[in-house]
């Protein structure tokens, strides 16, 4: 008997006490079924974009000094990202940042003032652009970034996105693609860092920004309408990351101060730590404790958009989230595997969550790690742990086999409507949660009676 406490205890972690977890290096394996629901019987709200609704991310590129060639061989990183996520997750949505400086880090030798459509002309963004996905967000800013930008380029900028609207709608014709054209954490690029956190943001900034989101968005919009095209569609959004912050304070930030003036917006995306990640989600990390903020949040957005009578359903998503590694294990204080198990459950609840309220898209950062590690007690480990595939050691995250798990199930769910998608996929997350939690329980159980 002590022979087998020996062992249990070797293999799991006893830092804390009652928190005992594995992290399988095996593809889990889900029995659940769920039904397929009758539609509503009361009138129907469902979603425009057409999607699994669920997927994980890489916008951008790795430097060229964390390619790894037994894992990338010779193709490019971000061409390998979009190529695993669709291919070998088995995802429908992919994420990419339009820029020289992504072409750039690449090893690509690239002009200056490349526009957004010479930059998807590229053989890199053309392969990953002709992928089997049906969503594709873009991080896309154009020559004129918004740092930089003056009145006196409106005519440019109008142009740019005008040109790269037309090229999406001509050569995706008939694609059954949406494309979401949009940009980076919105705050941060109106440098909110640098404002005084008891102060709003200046007139002239919020109105600046104002400016090159309705210039783009009205590109968008005219291009679409002067390009005749069917089954393929281009939606404007933009991403926020300072919601709860402008909620809670009243102070001006792009959520409260840009929204409400943004005249052509289809879509807001949130990257979302300051709502729900680590630390901003309530101890415990429960369902209930989630909801409690973060659905407030969600609807003080979604009252501040303009109306947009042909989208259907909820118009703000998820654009990033992530709990990573290092910060589980510290906050739960297990070792790394157990931390894979926690990752995994917080991932899924917070799916779930979102998915239940109405967001139309979810989506975790990221395919590979990229934010270096802070935490000195953590110091072998050189990053924060995002990543569902450390690029140095191809390593796959429990949290991997999961979306591989659900994109294989969401495939199988052939022309229910996004709706009935939506309440099934909320069903299959709370399932798959409960298995997770139940795996914890079974190994806690194990070491009380051992």
């Known amino acids: 008997m002590r022979f087998i406490f020996i062992i249990l205890f070797t293999l799991c972690s006893c830092d804390q006490a009652g928190m005992f977890y594995t992290a399988p290096k095996v593809k889990a394996k889900s029995t659940q079924k769920v039904t397929v629901e009758a539609p509503p019987k009361e009138e129907e709200v469902y979603n425009s974009l057409q999607s699994f609704m669920i997927a994980p991310q ?22 390998w990202t979009s190529k695993h996520a669709t291919k070998d997750l088995g995802s429908d949505i992919i994420k990419l940042g339009l820029s020289r400086k992504t072409l750039q880090t690449q090893g690509f030798d690239v002009n200056k003032n490349i526009t957004l459509t010479e930059i998807a002309k590229h053989p890199i963004y053309k392969k990953s652009l ?26 440019e900028l109008y142009q740019e996105f005008y040109d790269f609207t037309v090229f ?18 919105g705050d941060w690029l109106m440098g909110a860092k640098n404002v005084d956190k008891n102060e709003d ?9 104002a400016n090159w989101m309705n210039i783009r968005g009205k590109a968008i919009e005219d291009a679409k309408k002067a390009v005749a095209h069917k089954n393929v569609k281009v939606y404007f959004y933009a991403e926020v990351n300072l919601v ?29 730590y300051e709502t729900q990640g680590i630390s901003a989600w309530s101890s415990p990390h429960s369902e209930e404790s989630l909801k409690a903020d973060l659905y407030t949040d969600l609807d003080y957005v979604e009252n501040l958009l303009l109306p947009r009578p042909d989208i259907k359903g909820r118009r703000v998503g998820i654009g990033e989230i992530g709990y990573p590694l290092v910060y589980v294990m510290n906050s739960y204080k297990v070792k790394e595997a157990e931390a894979e198990l926690i990752q995994a459950r917080l991932a899924l609840l ?28 953590y110091d072998d480990h050189k990053f924060k742990g995002f990543g569902l595939i450390d690029q140095a050691t191809a390593h796959k995250t429990r949290l991997w086999y999961e979306f591989s798990e659900y994109n294989h199930w969401a495939s199988q769910q052939k022309n229910i409507g996004s709706e009935n ?29 051992y």
């Open 58 to 79: 890489q916008p951008h590129a790795l430097p060229m000094g964390e390619r790894n060639p037994e894992l990338h061989g010779n193709t490019a990183s971000l061409l």
């Open 350 to 377: 917070s799916a779930q969550v979102n998915l239940e309220w109405g967001t139309p898209f979810w989506l975790w950062w990221g395919i590979h790690h990229n934010e270096e590690n802070p935490l000195k007690k």
């Open 421 to 449: 998608f939506r309440l099934n996929a909320v069903k299959w997350l709370k399932t798959r949660v409960n298995e997770l939690e139940n795996e914890i329980t079974k190994i806690q159980q194990l070491i009380t009676t």
């Open 130 to 155: 002709d992928l089997p996905y049906r969503l594709a967000f873009f991080w896309a800013h154009g020559k004129n970034l918004f740092k930089y930008y003056k009145p006196s380029k409106d005519e």
């Open 244 to 272: 709860r912050f402008s909620r809670t304070t009243g102070l001006k930030r792009m959520t409260n101060g840009v929204l409400p003036l943004c005249k052509h917006l289809d879509y807001v995306s949130i990257s979302s």
């Open 201 to 209: 943001m200046s007139p002239e900034l919020i109105q600046k920004m």
């Open 168 to 185: 999406l709608l001509k050569n995706y014709n008939n694609s059954g693609k949406t494309f979401m054209i949009g940009n980076w954490e």
